[in-house]
């Protein structure tokens, strides 16, 4: 990992109509942090935990990561006209948080495939899930993102709140995934707060409707998706049909049980008044940042 480059820092208020329910908080911020990962460690099949079901499944996300922040990206940037100042500068944090998360899933996607891995069947999915959305209306491809946004702060909310899902995983790995949470936390309000701003006309039950529904249809083919793909990658280490089906299943609902554990917070998206910063995760940000500096 390479050493911490001065931190450029986005600083902004309040965001968001306080008539509209809750916004992103004042003090919360976005840091670019410019690093680099697993250069010069060596590949390893089984970098999770040196357990295939861990890798098959972080490594079937981190192969859908490229594609899918490209998109999160450009809906974001396509329902950004007339922001305010504080949230116009909130996007422009989210986007180079983006892009450099897509150059490490990139690197750790070739580490992978120098083990072994054929990521091709992920890729594709991905490719064609996005072709699905070109030509839908802007509100559209952004409540699209907006879930999938609270997917990856779900995600990083319990990778960082509990060590045991990295537990024995290659150092450079870890602090990867360490490092993507980190930033996932941080911007985890700015999807939000853009739909916010960008259907700022509509009646209030119009858009928790739309965003709710949206909700549905993206955690069934995530779900779906996201379980292919690592069944898939499973395959190709010879753990095939129900043996894989049960291994996956276990580490997905009982142990570490990413699923469950998040499932609350899930749940909590269909609140009428909902807000990413509803759980404010500023300390547990502080204490994960700490174990990125260098010693």
């Not at 006209?81 to 990139?106: C, D, K, S």
């Not at 899930?129 to 030509?135: A, D, F, N, S, V």
């Not at 699923?259 to 940000?285: E, K, N, T």
Request: overall charge positive; charged content about 25%.
């Amino acid at each position: 990992m390479s050493a911490i480059q001065p931190l450029s820092l986005v600083s902004r208020g309040a965001l968001g109509n306080p008539s509209q329910g809750a916004t992103t908080p004042a003090g919360a911020e976005i840091h670019v942090r410019d690093l680099r990962f697993g250069r010069s460690e060596a590949p390893q099949r089984w970098g999770l935990a040196e357990d295939p079901v861990a890798t098959a499944w972080h490594t079937g996300l981190s192969a859908t990561f490229p594609r899918g922040e490209a998109f999160f990206i450009e809906s974001v940037k396509a329902c950004r006209e007339g922001a305010p100042p504080a949230l116009a500068a909130a996007i422009g944090g989210f986007i180079r948080q983006e892009i450099n998360h897509t150059r490490e899933h990139l690197a750790f996607n070739r580490l992978a495939m120098a083990t072994g891995y054929d990521l091709s069947r992920v890729d594709a999915r991905v490719d064609q899930l996005i072709g699905e959305t070109r030509g839908k209306p802007p509100a559209v491809n952004l409540a699209i993102t907006m879930a999938l946004e609270h997917f990856t702060a779900m995600f990083a909310h319990e990778f960082l709140a509990n060590p045991r899902h990295f537990t024995g995983a290659a150092s450079e790995a870890a602090a990867m995934w360490r490092w993507h949470a980190v930033e996932e936390l941080e911007h985890k309000g700015v999807a939000f707060d853009t739909w916010r701003h960008f259907t700022r006309a509509w009646p209030r039950r119009r858009r928790w409707l739309v965003r709710s529904a949206m909700m549905l249809l993206v955690t069934r083919k995530f779900l779906a998706n996201r379980v292919g793909d690592a069944l898939d990658l499973l395959d190709q280490d010879s753990i095939h049909g129900w043996r894989a089906k049960a291994r996956l299943l276990h580490y997905l609902v009982v142990r570490p049980g990413v699923l469950r554990r998040i499932f609350p917070a899930w749940l909590a998206y269909f609140r009428p008044g909902f807000h990413p910063w509803h759980r404010d995760d500023r300390a547990l940000i502080a204490a994960a940042e700490r174990d990125l500096r260098p010693a």
